[in-house]
């Protein structure tokens, strides 16, 4: 086995070396073992903070947990880690036992929708986390592999806004990831995007599509819709970069309320422009996703004009 300090057999470590080469390759492997199981990876991320992307994140999550898929929510946000307050989840680590095979059980929102932050894993989440960048990419590392995610449809997960350490370490350890990128309409927080999405092209990252956050003001009092930061920024911008465009969602009081009290309210089915507008979001999302169902023998043989040479994927019979 090869050393990993590069100094090969001059190393006067080598058995240092050699042991965290073989950690390494543990935790790569439990890494692919964990993401075998999970069928799409969501990557949600932005150009700049205050967009609203924990929002985004935890009514994705909520939302298709809500529609019966198994879902995961992942919280990389590590230094300001919102997840756990916005669902309203208090449980410590401490209190849980590690499940057979040392896997630790993440914590649970209702009966579909796991969820991990760092802020389960603290005796006081008011403590700054004072990282720098390998720390960070180690806990995300073991985000992945020593949580026991089993079998889910969707992982979620919550980076912190910009190109940094969080969001360039899920693109390098989960390959198959793919973004939604959050923005508000001002051309300040487009300016920032555009690097986002220059990001994802870099690392060969597909994007599932993009949602302009707070597009509009809806007067709880008249239903007006006022364009206090303008609407139609985030729209023209995927058509721009030729990126699917998810929808836009207008600024509702209530969906504050609902983060602060940790009852999400764009995912809570009740009836506002905001929550509808978000329902399409999710809709969308899982258009985009939808995996090819396979074609069973008899439809082929009763239906499909192929017979037994049909592909699923490219047939219109």
Known sequence: MGSSCGKGSSCKSSSTCGSADAAMAKQNMAINTSLGKIKNK???????????????????????????????????????????????????????QTEAGGLVPPMQYGENLKVISLEYMMEDRDDPIIWRGPLKVQAIRQFIADMDWGDLDYLVIDAPPGTGDEPLTVAQTIKDAQAIVVTTPQEVALADVRKSLNFCKHVKMNVIGMVENMSGFICPHCDHNVEIFKTGGGEKTAKDFGIRFLGKVPIDPRVVVGGDDGTPYLSSGAESPAVKAFAEIISNVEKVLAPLKPLSLSSADSGCGCGSTCNPSTCTC
């Open 42 to 96: 969501i990557l949600v991320m932005s150009g700049k903070g205050g967009v609203g992307k924990s929002t985004v994140s935890t009514n994705l999550a909520l939302g298709l947990a809500n529609k019966g898929y198994k879902v995961g929510l992942m919280d990389v946000d590590l230094h300001g880690p919102d997840i756990c307050r916005m669902l309203n989840l208090t449980e410590k680590l401490q209190a849980r």
